[in-house]
């Protein structure tokens, strides 16, 4: 048999069969191929031992937890409250160094103690805050059914084929999540407007928390548009807005020390409800739009077992 190896070369085994010769040439193939199948079979070994020691590395799911362990769901809660309440202190304290800082000279001194009590009792003002649940919560499932235009003139836009398609204002959905940062809020159209909110569960509804910056993080150091009068009611079909418990009316201070007030119930109901309206009638003086930095709803889920 003939095996080509250019155009002008040949050469030729002393059998038909090249795997039966006995020449050099057909004697180094049949070692070649040998070796290689070799290779090839301790690899397969090599890759099905190490797939079978990955596997019985892992334990198994009856030995994943013991029963002195806290269950997965709750300790990533923990964190996220720990996570949202060092966020909380940080901006309170950038604030603080703030508001004091035209009041301190180079020479002033910090006094320790006097830090640490501040920060002791921001502490027990946010343990304070987190203790009522937020039924509006977006993390928890709160929704924004609908709610009065947004303020865009101070905003760009998102073009496609050079039309303008989508402002980049904040939504009104923003006011249902915790922030603290100045311009981190929901820029209502005029002095005066509304937001429907569907709440994460269906609550009899004790109490308010509105929400607005300091001054002192404010980039022109006011708050006209911080909102002033509101109202807030209880609707039981957001199609039929006229059926609404009144909860009460209230008024946001912009020159209260506290950024975040709470307001109890004023006309108690025992009713539950899964929609709630909050009316804003005017705020402090800005004539193009308010701004709703954030709007808590708190209370409680009746007859119901259920953790939130």
Partial sequence: MMFPLRNDVTIECDAPDPWKSNSTFCKIVRAVVFVVGVLFLLLLI??????????????????QSSPTEAPPQQTTCTVEIDDKMKQEIKSWIQTEIQKNSKQCSASSSINPEQVRN???EEIKRQQKIQLKPDFASASAGGLVIKASPTWTDGYSYIYFLFIPIRSTAPPPSIALEPTRQAGD?????????????????????VGFTM??????????????????NFSVYGVEDPEMENKKHLFGIYTYDN????ESQYFRVQNINRKSYLYILLEISSNHGNDKYTCLYRFQVHGFI??????M
Wanted: charged share 20%.
């Fill in 46 to 63: 090599s890759a099905w031992s190490q797939s079978s020691s990955d596997e019985s590395s892992q334990p198994s799911p009856s030995f």
């Fill in 118 to 120: 501040l920060v002791k």
């Fill in 185 to 205: 809020c929901w820029p209502m159209e005029g002095r005066k407007g509304n937001i429907l909110i569907q709440l994460a569960a269906r609550a009899n509804i």
């Fill in 211 to 228: 929400e607005h910056i300091d001054p002192a993080m404010s980039l022109s150091g006011a708050t006209s548009e911080a909102p002033n």
């Fill in 255 to 258: 020159k209260n020390d506290e």
């Fill in 302 to 307: 009746d007859r119901i077992n259920h953790c």
